[in-house]
């Protein structure tokens, strides 16, 4: 049998809606600068989560992570450290070291996939120099730990910083959305991400006067005048990706729950593979799972995309094994890294869409269960 389905497929309001939308926006004459559809967009943002924090839209995500280290951490001077997974996107740590910090990579759990915070309390101390902590919500699923790692950043009065990029209308245990936990938490809005406009993201956090200092980043340094009073840059959001952004939120509650039932699929149907814990009340990027020791994970993946069943392994490889690192190994720091190498090894990454065939997703099982 031969397949077509892809790991991810975008889905974008139609050509219709958006062409109202464009009529708006060149009859107000207003593109970028926090025009009336940014504005909206963002007071919808923090009306969706409904968890008391502040919603600063940026133009993507990588952007808003250098933005949050620069005003929480300060710019570094390239001798120290700021904690964070590997096994997680390359954003984080390119980050780091445009702020001029370097990673120091800390292990993750087996089980959660996130990183561990027993590896974290092992490195610090004196003389570590670890200005602060960027946690990885890994693919978007809220930590069940947060509340720990909240504790550790405030007993070393550093800050937490959390990359949630992927997570978007996810949900942390408590039933909260992902949003208002840590100093800050960024989200992504990435063309391929469970909720997205092309390129966007946002920082969202409780602490409102961040929220203003992030906005004087984004735009130059300036302050409600063209008088540069801080170090920063361009990083604000059109006009066109917030009126994508407002059309996505208005289906978002239920394709959220669409792509929660297709993770649900995929674990009655697959029960010898082991899923990412709290991934059912996440926004489900993708479907992570591990797959059992007795199976060759990449001749699972090859033989899958072979007939047309797009299959992804995240992440691997992880960061510390790309090739700038590799080649770079002064501006950087692992632990040992035992179980972000074993899991690399190990995980798959299922597609979910929104609007998901349910004859492809009892295919994907199929396919995958003849071969274990
Ligand atoms: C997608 C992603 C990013 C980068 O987001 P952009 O908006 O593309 O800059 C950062 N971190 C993680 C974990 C991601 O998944």
């Not at 001029?100 to 027993?118: A, R, V, W």
């Not at 200005?131 to 950043?153: P, R, Y």
């Not at 840059?233 to 059109?238: I, L, Y």
Request: charged share 20%.
């Amino acid at each position: 049998m031969n397949y077509n389905i892809p790991f991810i497929k975008p889905s974008f309001p139609g050509s219709g809606i958006l062409m109202n939308d464009y009529a708006d926006i060149t009859r107000n004459n207003w593109y970028t600068n926090y025009g009336p559809f940014e504005r909206e967009f963002s007071n919808k943002l923090e009306n969706f989560l409904d968890n008391g924090a502040k919603i600063i839209t940026f133009s993507n995500a990588t952007l808003a992570l250098m933005a949050c280290i620069n005003e929480l951490i300060g710019h570094g001077d390239g001798s120290q450290y700021i904690i964070m997974p590997s096994f997680t996107f390359v954003a984080g740590a390119q980050a780091i070291l445009w702020c001029g910090y370097k990673p120091y990579f800390i292990d993750i759990n087996e089980e959660t996939l996130q990183m561990n915070i027993d590896a974290a309390k092992s490195i610090v101390g004196k003389g570590a120099g670890i200005k602060g902590v960027l946690f990885c919500n890994a693919f978007g699923v809220g930590d069940s730990n947060i509340e720990d790692w909240e504790d550790f950043a405030e007993s070393l009065s550093i800050p937490l910083i959390i990359d949630s990029a992927a997570g978007f209308g996810s949900k942390y245990i408590d039933g909260e959305y992902l949003g208002a936990r840590g100093d800050c938490e960024v989200f992504s809005f990435h063309a391929t991400k469970p909720f997205a406009v092309g390129e966007g993201g946002a920082v969202s956090s409780r602490n409102k006067q961040l929220i203003d200092k992030l906005k004087t980043i984004q735009n130059f340094g300036f302050n409600n005048s063209r008088d540069s009073q801080a170090l920063g840059f361009n990083a604000k959001m059109q006009e066109f990706n917030a009126a994508i952004g407002i059309r996505q939120l208005e289906r978002f509650k239920g394709r959220l729950q669409q792509r929660q039932s297709v993770l649900k699929k995929y674990k009655a149907g697959l029960k010898s593979l082991t899923f990412q814990q709290n991934a059912e009340i996440s926004s489900v990027c993708f479907a992570s799972a591990i797959v059992p020791k007795s199976v060759n994970r990449n001749k699972l993946v090859e033989e899958l995309n072979s007939i047309g069943i797009q299959i992804r392994e995240y992440y691997n490889p992880p960061i510390h094994k790309q090739v700038y690192f590799m080649r770079n190994k002064h501006l950087s720091k692992s632990q040992r890294l035992n179980i972000t190498n074993d899991i690399s090894e190990k995980i798959i990454s299922l597609p979910v869409h929104d609007d998901m065939n349910s004859a492809h997703i009892d295919a994907i099982i199929d396919e995958i269960l003849s071969r274990l």
